[in-house]
């Protein structure tokens, strides 16, 4: 059965926004006094969302960190980041091509806060291509809570067996196993091996591959 709707993660899967990610995460680093982490490291923190994130970054420094802290450094690192979000970030080769050929009805569905995931689409005219986009801050809750898929099929009146979730990490994955969809995963986003994504229905290497399964 071909599919009809198809999620979309963001970060990782149709961009690479790690070096402004690294950026952000290094300036709240350095404001606490901490040394700077390497990319690499924090790459394998994305994925599930930016609270978790700094948590993941500061536990390289801190035990027992209190979630009063984690909310105060939010703040600081999301104000940085809205200014200096789209420095260095760059579309993956075959996304644009890919979306001008695809016919299905697409939903953006990011643990990216909204207001930068919005922002982004919109300096890259990417907007024309979604009929949605969720954020966390949508339905308050992220992947892989798979309501924003439940609530979003039901809406528009779209069964589970033509839906289609696809990204690049485990939240991923688990968010369309969640709500009873099927999964695609890329290989050239953030998971940390192989291992990570080897439950997806689909796993591709390009994203033009993406036209095999559509």
Do not use: H, W
């Not at 009805?105 to 005219?125: Q, R």
Request: glycine fraction near 6%.
């Amino acid at each position: 059965m071909p599919y009809k709707l198809v999620f979309f993660d963001l970060d990782g899967t149709l961009i690479d926004s790690l070096p402004d990610i690294t950026g952000a995460v290094n300036y709240i680093l350095n404001y606490y006094g901490y040394e700077s982490i390497a990319n690499e490291l924090i790459k394998k923190y994305i994925g599930d969302g930016a609270k978790n994130l700094l948590r993941k970054a500061f536990s390289n420094y801190m035990e027992n960190i209190e979630d009063k802290f984690i909310d105060n450094s939010y703040k600081i690192f999301n104000n940085f980041y809205r200014d200096n979000f789209y420095k260095e970030t760059k579309i993956y080769t075959g996304v644009f091509e890919t979306f001008n050929k695809l016919t299905t009805t697409n939903i953006l569905f990011t643990n990216k806060p909204l207001i930068v995931a919005e922002k982004i689409l919109g300096l890259i005219d990417f907007n024309k291509y979604f009929k949605r986009i969720i954020g966390p801050e949508t339905y308050d809750t992220k992947k892989p809570d798979p309501t924003p898929i439940l609530l979003t099929l039901k809406q528009l009146c779209i069964p589970k067996e033509e839906a289609l979730m696809i990204g690049d990490s485990i939240f991923d994955i688990e968010c369309a196993k969640n709500a009873n969809i099927k999964s695609c995963a890329v290989t050239y986003g953030y998971a940390s091996g192989y291992d990570e994504i080897k439950d997806a229905d689909y796993i591709i290497n390009n994203f033009t591959d993406l036209l095999n399964i559509l």
